[in-house]
């Protein structure tokens, strides 16, 4: 896109985990974003959608500069938001605001609806304080509330009422791109509704830019103009928001939107749900290769080689990420049969199985014995019986199955051991 007002260029945000108290030591990496390009243009809506926890709202924060990305940059209009630190970048904010999914948590409860607003316009903009009032006022009016409560605070407003204002607030400095964390999630279906025509008005009003962050695809549907699909830190697919609602290419995106409801009794009692096996992976320790493929119903071996680059069905403006991507949309895939059937091409997903918890129930159960202790002993019975299902279910590494049962063990004996002696010295008191 040669007339892009926002550029996000291979975009990473990656979280070090680290162990210990008085020496800190890294013992890996969350892998929230990893590697996101996307180009938006002026006026332009972008729903980005994906399951909870692959990345969404980390990404809406890293292009804002809230959270410092590891790798890439972030242009809009003419200025490279990640070279920005300090004075320039506060300056800079004016242009681009957040609207957050939980309006009563971002809105400060001891101010006002005036003081909120009136701060947020002082900030980048001076203005007498005698035209503070009818600036806050006309802001009120244009979100849909009247200006006679701007004295009031957060919690004497509904919910949708609080999203108003919360809307108002980022509008206050008059900002080029917003970034809307899930802002009707919260919200009731008709208030949504009404949040959402508000949304749509406003960005066509002010030629906004905006990424509308939710994994609600209908919801998504109604207010972009293109949509993207997020899995594990990575765009799987972006196109059109017609073309991905009702011509998924990914296989992901497939399973996406044979998730959504409809009106239709009939033709929901009928449909065809796509269930995925398993859950996602961590972005601790990602799959190689395509991080769908431990999921995916068309996997093959070479999908663990290499991320797949993005290719179209049709035309450029619909892309998705997947190797046999001509395969999986042809008429009677026939791909999983033909895998099942040559043995060249037999494929099994790997599994992301838990860490055992062997040595903490084994340490419980000696404390049990030790101390002949209750605190301790029954904990490791009860951990040990939840690692063990877990273990026969096979989503769990089995390597501490041994250390696992001489725990429950030895806090089982010690419990016997500590209700012998309770019984004993009550009976010698008794007698």
């Not at 972008?46 to 909870?52: A, I, K, Q, R, T």
């Not at 605070?153 to 809307?180: C, D, M, N, T, W």
């Not at 877990?390 to 696992?404: A, C, F, H, V, W």
Request: glycine share 6%.
């Amino acid at each position: 896109m040669s007339d892009a007002y926002l550029q996000i260029n291979n975009l990473k945000t990656h979280f070090p985990v680290e162990k210990g108290i008085l020496f800190r030591k890294v013992t890996g990496t969350v892998k929230a974003v990893d590697g996101v390009s996307l180009r938006l243009a002026k006026g332009e809506v972008l729903g980005l959608v994906g399951e909870s926890g692959c990345g969404k709202s980390t990404l809406g924060r890293t292009v804002l500069q809230l959270i410092k990305p590891t790798e890439g940059t972030v242009v809009l209009g003419d200025r490279t938001l990640t070279d920005l630190d300090g004075k320039e970048l506060r300056s800079a904010r004016a242009d681009f605001q957040m609207i957050f999914q939980d309006p009563y948590a971002s809105l400060n409860p001891r101010m006002t609806v005036y003081s909120m607003l009136a701060e947020a316009i002082q900030a980048h903009c001076k203005l007498p304080k005698t035209d503070l009032a009818g600036e806050v006022g006309a802001l009120m009016e244009k979100v849909g509330l009247a200006a006679r409560f701007m004295r009031k605070y957060p919690h004497e407003f509904s919910g949708g009422q609080r999203q108003r204002i919360a809307i108002a607030r980022a509008l206050a400095v008059e900002p080029k791109l917003i970034i809307a964390d899930e802002p009707v999630s919260a919200l009731d279906v008709s208030i949504q509704a009404q949040i959402l025509n508000l949304l749509s008005e406003l960005t066509r009003e002010m030629e906004l830019t905006m990424i509308f962050i939710s994994h609600d695809l209908s919801v998504v549907k109604h207010i972009s103009d293109r949509i993207a699909v997020m899995y594990l830190g990575r765009i799987v697919e972006i196109g059109p928001a017609t073309e991905v609602f009702e011509h998924p290419q990914h296989p992901y995106t497939k399973a996406l939107v044979s998730a959504v409801p409809m009106p239709d009794p009939n033709s929901e009692s009928t449909r065809k749900r796509i269930l995925l096996p398993g859950d996602p992976p961590s972005p601790l320790n990602p799959p190689s290769g395509c991080t769908f493929h431990p999921r995916c119903p068309h996997a093959e071996e070479r999908c663990q080689t290499a991320w797949p680059s993005f290719e179209s069905l049709k035309n450029d403006t619909h892309v998705a990420a997947c190797i046999h991507l001509a395969d999986v949309n042809s008429e009677g895939s026939n791909l999983s049969k033909a895998s099942s059937e040559s043995e060249q091409y037999k494929f099994t997903p790997e599994l992301t199985l838990m860490n055992h918890r062997g040595k903490q129930i084994l340490m419980l159960g000696i404390l049990g014995w030790v101390c002949c202790s209750y605190f301790t002993a029954i904990p490791a019975w009860i951990m040990g019986k939840e690692d063990l299902k877990i273990m026969e279910e096979g989503r769990m590494n089995q390597d501490g199955k041994d250390m696992t049962k001489i725990g429950m063990i030895l806090g089982m004996v010690s419990s016997i051991v500590s209700t012998v002696a309770i019984v004993f010295l009550v009976l010698k008191e008794i007698l």
